[in-house]
Each structure stands twice: as structure tokens, then as C-alpha cells.
């Protein structure tokens, strides 16, 4: 899988946006991003993924940089129950690849 | 349609001793995953099976821990003479075997071990 590198931490106002970066310079053409988030103790909880078109659902919207090499996840009006932890995964579809977790962006939404 | 159901959520041992988690996947799903997670610590693959098949234990400690993922009823994570160390929450996830799903893991509330 490619590499994924995240901010460690970042404080959100509620009621704002919420933008989490992500860098994936050494991404390959047939791999897709994914995002996930672990609200404290909780199971880990899957958002949104894309490939190269920028992606929205209920949860979030995701914009993947035309080189792919960087996205943006994007909750639209933070709430403090996003407070949470966020991972941005590669991974190719297809064929047998381990997921795994780095260290995420720990997302705090300030009141 | 329930998610994947973990049990117990919360399960202690002393020193020595055996654990069993199970996990049953969503429905329809093949692939199960397990995951460790110690107290203030990120997620760290352990194993990944099919039905009747371990695809991948790279991330298994070598000794006292096993998994399956029988043809009929639920994965098991099994701890034997559990130690202090392995006190941890244990995250079970499925998955559809193909298509666009294949890489989109639902996972379980967690159990949660304390070793005493």
C-alpha cells in the first residue's frame, strides 16, 4: 500500500468545516483513497472512498487533487460528535491487501 | 440487517488463563480481519481469513494466539495463558469477498480484554 502522511492533530470550530488533509505523493493508478474514523473506544467507522473524481455521501465529501497525490476530507458542519480520530488509507481494489492504520489526524471540535 | 457482532464487549482473565472472542461478520460477508488496539495506541492488524482459510497472520504474535473462521458459525480470536501485555481491546471487521465492497470494512464494537 501506498503511504499516507496526516497531520497529527487539528481543532475545528462546531458548526464549521472541517478539512483533513491527507499526502499520497507515491499513490498508484489502480489504488483508491479511503477514509475512516474512530470516535473514542468506538469500532472504527468507514466514510467515504474515491479514485480519482471527488466523492460525497451523507457523512463527508472527499476532493482528490488532479496527480492524486493528496486529498481532502471535508465534513461540512462539524459537529462535536465528530470529535474523532481519522485515517486515510490506499489501497488497490482487487486481489488480497491487508489494511492497515497508521496514526490518523485526531480531530477536535471545539464548542 | 445487524453489523458485525462482537462478544463479549468486555472480558476478564487472569494471568494464565484462556480468552476466546468471536465475531460474526455482516451478512453476506466472507473476509473477517482482526485487529488489536492497545490502551492509547492506533489500530494493528493481526489476521485475515475466509471461510475455513487464514489468508494472512503477519501481524499474529508467533506464540499463544490463534484465529479461525469455521465454515458454519463465528471467527474466534483465542488468547492462551494470557499475560498482562495482551490486555487490549480487540477489533473484529468484515468484508464482501469482490467488487467495489471488497475494501470497505465494517467493523465491531470491540471486546474488550483486562488481564488482572
Known amino acids: 500500500d501506498a503511504k499516507t502522511t496526516q497531520p497529527t492533530s487539528m481543532d475545528c470550530a462546531e458548526g464549521r468545516a472541517a478539512n483533513l488533509p491527507c499526502n499520497h505523493s507515491t499513490i498508484s493508478g489502480n489504488e483508491y483513497v479511503y477514509w475512516y474514523r474512530q470516535i473514542h473506544s468506538q469500532g472504527p467507522q468507514y466514510i467515504i472512498h474515491g479514485l480519482k473524481n471527488n466523492e460525497t455521501n451523507e457523512m463527508a465529501s472527499l476532493i482528490i487533487t488532479e496527480d492524486r497525490k493528496s486529498s481532502t476530507l471535508i465534513l461540512p458542519h462539524a459537529t462535536l460528535r465528530d470529535t474523532a480520530v481519522y485515517y486515510c488509507i490506499v489501497r488497490a481494489q482487487g486481489g488480497y491487501q491487508k489494511v492497515t492504520f497508521g496514526t490518523g489526524t485526531k480531530l477536535q471540535v471545539i464548542p | 440487517n445487524a453489523g458485525v457482532m462482537q462478544n463479549p464487549r468486555h472480558l476478564v482473565r487472569r494471568r494464565g488463563q484462556e480468552a476466546r472472542l468471536r465475531c460474526s461478520p455482516m451478512k453476506g460477508h466472507s473476509h473477517v480481519y482482526w485487529y488489536r488496539q492497545l490502551p492509547e495506541e492506533g489500530l494493528k492488524f493481526m489476521v485475515y481469513l475466509q471461510k475455513e482459510n487464514i489468508i494472512d497472520e503477519s501481524g499474529m504474535p508467533k506464540e499463544r494466539f490463534s484465529a479461525e473462521f469455521p465454515k458454519e458459525g463465528p471467527s474466534i480470536l483465542r488468547i492462551q495463558q494470557v499475560v498482562r501485555g495482551d490486555s487490549a481491546a480487540y477489533f473484529c471487521?468484515?468484508?464482501?469477498?469482490?467488487?467495489?465492497?471488497?475494501?470497505?470494512?465494517?467493523f465491531g464494537a470491540g471486546s474488550r480484554l483486562t488481564v488482572l
Open positions: 471487521a468484515s468484508s464482501w469477498a469482490t467488487g467495489s465492497g471488497a475494501n470497505v470494512l465494517t
